[in-house]
């Protein structure tokens, strides 16, 4: 099925880590551009991590140095390691996938998953 199925969120307090994942459909994984995007009650959905077309992958420096995109070709599954975790971090995560290169236009990627949630106590 033409399906990005999240998984990982939860509740920590701040300074602690969480790791979420994201599965894809193999045809997607092998060919898309996928990123992770997140969006906090009453804000923007706003990209958090991506790969380019050349293969480097590019955080937003809010979670630079903080989170890490990494993916598993055999399990065809995105991972985003996310440590030191502050409130501002609350959020709803979202992983999403395109033919083309979006970058970090949200509006443009035509395959997202059903979201997770993150929350982050201080």
């Known amino acids: 099925q033409d399906q990005l199925v999240e998984s990982g969120g939860g509740s920590v307090q701040a300074g602690g880590s969480l790791t979420l994942s994201c599965a894809a459909p193999?045809?997607?994984?092998?060919?898309?551009?996928m990123a992770w995007f997140r969006q906090a009650p009453g804000k923007e959905r706003e990209g958090v991590a991506r790969v380019d077309s050349d293969g480097t992958t590019r955080y937003a420096d809010s979670v630079k140095g903080r989170f890490t995109f990494s993916r598993d070709s055999a399990k065809n599954t995105l991972y985003l390691q996310m440590n030191s975790l502050k409130p501002e971090d609350t959020a709803t995560y979202y992983c999403?996938?395109?033919?083309?290169?979006?970058?970090?236009?949200?509006?443009?990627?035509?395959?997202w998953g059903q979201g997770t949630q993150v929350t982050v106590s201080s």
């Open positions: 999403a996938a395109d033919l083309w290169y979006r970058g970090w236009a949200s509006e443009g990627f035509n395959f």
């Open positions: 193999a045809y997607i994984y092998s060919r898309y551009f």
